[in-house]
């Protein structure tokens, strides 16, 4: 019987992101027990069809920012310089994914101890860091209404969460500039989700010329 080393283990299960989020991430069940991410139809789809540019009409309670922040954070924890940032429609919404983000640190440091230390934790930004390796990302967590990145730094991953909501007038000056800050390169991500409030909005003008594959 053949075997392998833990590091190619290692290396087999991170390459299949799929698989990296349901061994060694959990998240809180309806029962509030802590359970493994085990992606549901909808997350599957997210996780395997997305490019690098992709707009959703979500459901509600399917999990999109579960695993779109858990997509991000082990981008955070594996790829060094990543800086990741998520833009909730309010303050309450954005201190949930950065609670979301922190309990998939503690669950995969039980399981992996040497992953990147979390060196930083603040109201807008968790950063990791490995001094031996010279290893640092970072995550910033904004509402619409309070987004604010200094001028001139990437972004490799960018959601906009609950766009069809946020505060008029928020979505023309974050989308000037968070959306030019993505490099177009084949490793960035931006993720743009909400669930449907009417034709009334730029969410929805967007994602009817995505369907047609035009330019708003």
Known sequence: MATITREQAMRILFS????????????EDKNRQRVPLAPNPIQVDILTN?????????PGQVGFTSIVVGDFYI???????????????????????????KRYHQSLQRKIPTIP?????????????????????SMYIFSAR??????????????????AFWPSGTHEEIMASAV???PLTAST????????NG???????MYRAAKEGTVI
């Open 16 to 27: 299949d992101r799929r698989l990296t989020l349901s061994s060694l991430l959990e998240i």
């Open 50 to 58: 997305s490019s690098r540019r992709d707009i959703y009409v979500k």
């Open 75 to 101: 981008d955070n924890i594996t790829l060094n310089g990543t800086v990741s940032v998520i833009i909730s429609y309010d303050e309450f919404s954005a201190q949930r994914q950065i609670l979301k983000a």
């Open 117 to 137: 230390k979390l060196d930083h934790k603040s109201a807008t930004e968790l950063s990791w860091e490995n001094k031996d390796t010279n290893f640092y990302s």
């Open 146 to 163: 309070s987004y604010m990145l200094g001028r001139g730094e990437a972004i490799h991953n960018l959601l906009l969460d609950e766009y």
């Open 180 to 182: 030019q800050r993505v």
């Open 189 to 196: 991500k931006i993720r743009i989700g909400s669930t449907a």
């Open 199 to 205: 034709e009334d909005n730029p969410f929805c003008e």
